[in-house]
């Protein structure tokens, strides 16, 4: 079936003028749906992908939240039932735009130069495009199968409260799987062009806010006193500031930035090699060379970051308390009560307290995939058959994703934008003019297709 499949494939492709790529259309059609969440309104995608999936054998399922227009799209392909489902996972939703600093209309889908513009063309209406195309692909051949492959088009995955964890609250049974793909790693373009490594994200950090109070007199501020809660807080906020987390890696992200060793040049190379090392001193040393770059530093430690600030209520009050949100990215396993002991000793202030929002949190129950699965393995072989040369490595993803209400049950989720972009491209995401290459869609809806015939073709 595979060999078939791939002459039919490459044939197909030629065929086509680039910017007709079946992949390519479908996502200027998914851009022009505006769905910047809020409010979201993914139920417009829902819409449009019903008819299609149905047209072809699927079994479709709408399932509506309680806010209008609101809405989770679920296509089953049946298979013979011997193998558990692979589910692809897309959200639907996006982030708003600020429309003065684009050059073109976010929601027009244009396609220019080698590339389609348009808010979500990297995260994740790009992902969804190559996922759904995979996925019709697979019924428009009549690819036999062994097992029902699922795809999902979520909601509330940039924000909001009916998310994937909601929908897995309610509605497991239509989204249980061996295991499933969604947004995470990387397929990252060296300035040659050439794909350099593919990331394959098999855990995301999990986001914890606290909460630091400064506690004070509340008085009248003609006669102030020296136990001003706001200074206490800008105290302690100060010592934050300046404080740095260590340096911890996992088996996960050692293998990772050994990959970014061997596919970097020098200095760079030096440092990823040493951060990895027993060195302290050079520990050190690399990571203050490495985590110039903001992603990295998040890979390589638990990070915190100041969010909210709350004190005071009128000009003549000095007032009793003042607080900071922050916002803890915690490591996978990293219990967030050790961490909020650690910025309280770091703080060292009896007259401030950091707690957690919810102090019944825990570790995440969110464990990282087993990269030893058919769906690892396929993902990995494809990657390389489709980027000569370039390297595959399981990644920790620096932020949180979909993935969560899969992981926690059990299920092993990996996470990629399924297309290759280069430094440019990444500074464009949740930013201006985003943009993905046709080329580059075109090349993933080939890997993201093969990787299915290999897990799921009887
Ligand atoms: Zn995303």
Same mark, same amino acid.
């Given at each position: ?77 049946? +298979? ?15 982030? +708003? ?20 513009? +348009? ?65 995470g790693g ?13 990331s394959i994200s098999t855990a995301d950090k999990s986001s914890v806010p606290a ?32 404080y740095e987390t260590e340096v911890q890696l996992s088996p996960l992200t050692r293998g990772f930035f050994e990959t970014l ?14 951060i990895t ?6 520990v050190?040393?690399a990571d203050?060379?490495i985590s110039?770059d903001p992603l990295l530093h998040a890979l390589l430690r638990n990070t915190f970051a ?20 922050i916002n803890l990215r915690l490591l996978p396993g990293v219990d967030p009560h050790d961490v909020v002991r650690e910025l309280?000793?770091v ?9 957690l929002?919810?102090?019944?949190a825990g570790p995440s129950k969110a464990l990282p995939s087993s990269q ?21 490595t399981p990644y920790l993803f620096q932020a949180g994703t979909?993935a969560g209400?899969?992981r926690s049950?059990?299920?092993?989720v990996?996470g ?43």
């Open positions: 079936m595979l060999a078939i499949g791939l002459l039919g494939l490459e044939g197909g492709v030629e065929g086509q003028a680039a910017d007709q790529h079946p992949t390519v259309s479908l996502l200027a059609e998914v851009i022009r749906l505006d769905t910047s969440n809020p409010p979201g309104r993914e139920g417009l995608v829902a819409e449009l992908l019903a008819p299609r999936f149905r047209a072809l054998g699927f079994e479709v399922d709408i399932i509506p939240t309680p806010e209008p227009g609101k809405a989770h799209f679920i296509a089953r392909l049946r +298979g013979d039932g011997s193998k558990r489902p692979v589910l692809l996972a897309a959200h639907a939703d996006v982030v +708003g735009v600020e429309r003065e600093k684009w050059t073109l209309d976010p929601f027009s889908g244009v396609v220019r130069d080698g590339f389609v513009f +348009g808010r979500g063309a990297l995260d994740f209406k790009g992902g969804l495009a190559v996922f759904a195309q995979a996925v019709l692909r697979l019924a428009e051949r009549r690819v036999p199968l062994s097992r029902d492959v699922i795809f999902l088009a979520e909601a509330d995955e940039e924000g909001g409260r009916y998310n994937t964890t909601w929908l897995a609250g309610s509605h497991w049974a239509k989204i249980d799987a061996e295991f499933a793909l969604n947004e990387w397929i990252i373009k060296g300035a040659d062009g050439r794909v350099k490594y593919v909460i630091v109070t400064a506690r004070g007199t509340s008085t009248h501020s003609s006669m102030p006193r020296p136990d001003s809660a706001i200074f206490a807080l800008s105290r302690a906020m100060a010592r934050l500031s300046t060793h061997r596919t970097s040049d020098p200095p760079l190379a030096t440092h990823f090699r040493n090392g027993n060195n302290r001193e050079r050190r040393e203050r060379a110039v100041p969010v909210l600030l709350n004190a005071g209520f009128r000009g003549n009050v000095i007032p009793g308390s003042a607080q900071a949100t309280q000793g703080i060292a202030d009896p007259q401030v307290e950091v707690r929002v919810n102090p019944q030893f699965t058919d769906l690892y393995r396929a993902l990995e072989r494809e990657a390389k058959v489709e980027f000569p040369g370039a390297e595959v979909d209400a899969w049950r059990g299920v092993p990996y990629i934008y399924p297309y290759p972009i280069d430094a440019e491209d990444l500074t464009r995401m949740h930013g201006n003019d985003e943009r993905v290459s046709i080329e580059s869609l075109r090349q993933g809806t080939e890997m993201i297709y093969r990787t299915l015939v290999a897990v799921a073709a009887r």
